[in-house]
């Protein structure tokens, strides 16, 4: 079992729909990170969220923290094929500072 | 700069041979990970370096694998008596604070034959 569970694995929409992806975990985060990875490349960070309850916008991304600081949720309005890639969540947790967890990543596949 | 570069991009090896890889990081960054990817999977620590000192390492990382940071500059992964399950990509980051978070190469693809 990962410490950070994402869902879903895979998802497969057409261009315009909107959509979420969850991270959750039992484990309390003193941050927690999204990425982005293209096949081949390296994660790209997206965004960091530190605060219970803090919700960070990046144009058509919505990243939301929970109160708890054990999940995070990213939305995406009016999806487009660039938005095609692994989006992992990634949390240092509270007695580990110095390094990330990832999740498992979810596999998004937007069509035109 | 450039960002993080590692090197090689990809290595072909056959079963039982030893491979190193090369990672630079950003050079204002003192911290220093190299993590694992597996198809379909998210990365998994195995190590991380504040300057030249290897201040964490994963259970992962087995008495065949071994890592450096000379001088706290560029860093080396090298991998003995390699298997096929070692099969992978390999990536490094590096960062000046977690918050500010990490900034990966663009990994080394590792296939054992």
């Known amino acids: 079992t990962q410490l950070l569970e994402q869902s879903p694995q895979f998802l497969s929409i057409q261009e315009g729909e909107n959509l979420t992806v969850y991270c959750n975990s039992s484990?309390?985060?003193?941050?927690l990170q999204w990425y982005r990875q293209e096949p081949g490349e390296g994660p790209v960070l997206l965004v960091t969220?530190?605060?219970?309850?803090e919700v960070k916008k990046l144009k058509r991304l919505t990243f939301q923290f929970g109160d708890a600081r054990k999940d995070s949720s990213l939305h995406i309005t009016a999806a487009q094929p660039g938005d095609t890639g692994l989006y992992l969540c990634a949390g240092a947790l509270r007695n580990a500072g110095n390094m990330l967890t990832f999740g498992g990543g979810t596999r998004l596949m937007v069509k035109p | 700069d450039t960002g993080v570069s590692q090197d090689p991009r990809h290595k072909i090896t056959k079963r039982g041979q030893n491979v190193t890889f090369r990672c630079d990081p950003i050079s204002e960054h003192n911290r220093l990970y190299w993590y694992r990817q597996t198809l379909g999977q998210g990365p998994e620590f195995l190590t991380y370096?504040?300057?030249?000192?290897?201040?964490?390492k994963s259970r992962l990382l087995s008495d065949r694998f071994s890592a450096e940071r000379p001088k706290g500059s560029f860093s080396t992964l090298e991998i003995q008596r390699t298997e096929q399950g070692d099969s992978a990509m390999y990536l490094c980051?590096?960062?000046?604070?977690?918050?500010?978070?990490?900034?990966f190469g663009s990994g080394t693809r590792l296939t054992v034959v």
């Open positions: 980051a590096s960062s000046a604070t977690v918050l500010g978070g990490y900034t």
């Open positions: 969220v530190v605060t219970g309850g």
């Open positions: 484990s309390v985060f003193s941050s």
């Open positions: 370096f504040q300057n030249e000192a290897q201040l964490e």
